[in-house]
């Protein structure tokens, strides 16, 4: 009797430990996925400075806009006007901390917190986490990113005075991609420029909407042949007018300027005018004509002084714009503005900072300006955040100017007065 009673109770005992197990393995599963759910949004907002709701796009064309009443997905796209001096996001959903990056700033901010933004485009990085540490940054569960364009004046002018077609391409796209122009659906005018070596490219056009007729000056193409057409270049400017046309809308024409730049050592030395130019002046090449008048023609593959600024001619004759030119004389690049002058001094282009010294050229490594240093690349763009030189020493430079910070603490980090972190 003592071994059945014995026996029953072992077998009690197995059997409550088994169901205890499985329970308690049934809790920690259902924990883990009630767990692993939490980490999304369930609403999303934007807001410009002025207050004003922003709308969030599923695409760089904006036209596919946000649905908070469906998942919220991993990246969005916005656009805001050129007088937007903050942006600030409005998250709910998730009971942890929400971190919000500008670009590559380790700079933080809380949702609802207004954040600078700046001419061209802007990536924000929304992070979920479960809690944050400032010294793990990275150690987010999940992120969402943001692009934000920022207008210009300029491109605001010309969107506002449209009156074509309510038809657009997707891309323009140059040498299969090879060669950046900065699309934009709603910027009608572009201009690139090659070396002079480059006699001929494939050009893309693809629209938004395939039932849209493209042609490139005049001749169609489609997407059999995949939107593409391979085009000739002759020397200095060539002009090519890309037309849309869809039944019941007007016609849309983009523009896109292709220059084929010849080589300035080309060019012969002109002694008497080189007379007239200051010391300064003499920086930018031998090359060199002066004029009073607007500059809009005058000798090919020369620089040109107009009414004290610099211009420089392509192949035709004509001022090259909106571009980087690279002087083989000199070693160096320049800018050249929407009205064919010279760029001196800071320049903001594709939400990059460039420095350009007194006589144009464009400057790299440590520069110091207004009192103030900085560190630009080897491309030019300015450095901001945590920085280390060639020579092994740590820098700060400032997230929203990238002055150098010195005789700060940052983050419980030392600086001394000459920049560098106290180890």
Do not use: C
Request: no cysteine; hydrophobic share 30%.
């Amino acid at each position: 009797m003592n071994k059945w009673i014995k026996s029953m109770v072992s077998t009690t005992a197995l059997i409550t430990i088994f169901f205890a197990m499985e329970s308690l393995t049934l809790s920690k599963f259902q924990a883990n996925i009630a767990y692993g759910m939490s980490y999304q949004l369930t609403d999303l907002g934007m807001e410009n400075s002025n207050g004003g709701n922003v709308n969030l796009y599923k695409n760089d064309n904006y036209t596919r806009e946000l649905d908070n009443n469906r998942d919220i997905e991993k990246t969005y796209y916005a656009k805001v006007s050129s007088d937007t001096s903050t942006v600030s996001f409005n998250t709910s959903g998730f009971d942890g901390n929400v971190k919000i990056f500008k670009d590559k700033s380790s700079k933080v901010y809380d949702s609802g917190k207004e954040i600078p933004i700046l001419t061209g485009k802007t990536t924000f990085h929304i992070r979920l986490y479960d809690t944050y540490d400032e010294s793990n940054p990275n150690n987010f569960k999940k992120e969402y990113k943001v692009i934000v364009k920022k207008y210009t004046s300029e491109e605001e002018n010309e969107i506002n005075n449209d009156d074509q077609g309510d038809i657009y391409l997707k891309s323009i796209e140059l040498d299969y991609g090879d060669i950046p122009i900065g699309f934009n659906r709603e910027k009608s005018n572009y201009t690139v420029n090659v070396d002079s070596d480059v006699k001929s490219l494939a050009i893309k056009a693809e629209p938004e909407d395939g039932a849209t007729t493209v042609k490139i000056n005049n001749l169609t193409i489609d997407e059999n042949d995949g939107y593409k057409k391979d085009i000739s270049l002759v020397s200095g400017e060539n002009k090519f007018e890309i037309t849309l046309s869809q039944e019941g809308e007007k016609e849309r024409t983009y523009i896109v300027y292709i220059n084929r730049v010849g080589d300035s050592n080309k060019v012969t030395k002109d002694t008497n005018t080189e007379k007239q130019i200051d010391d300064a002046d003499k920086a930018i090449g031998n090359n060199v004509n002066t004029s009073n008048n607007t500059g809009s023609s005058g000798s090919p593959n020369s620089w040109v002084q107009v009414s004290g600024k610099w211009k420089y001619n392509d192949g035709f004759g004509n001022p090259i714009r909106n571009t980087w030119y690279y002087d083989n004389n000199y070693k160096t690049n320049y800018y050249f503005d929407a009205d064919g002058y010279m760029v001196v001094g800071w320049l903001r282009l594709d939400n990059n900072w460039y420095y350009l010294n007194s006589s144009g050229a464009m400057e790299t490594g440590w520069k110091q300006v207004g009192g103030n240093w900085y560190y630009l690349d080897y491309d030019g763009k300015m450095r901001t955040g945590w920085f280390k030189d060639v020579d092994g020493k740590y820098y700060y430079l400032n997230e929203s100017n990238g002055a150098m910070v010195h005789d700060a603490v940052i983050n419980g980090y030392k600086l001394g007065n000459d920049g560098v972190w106290k180890k």
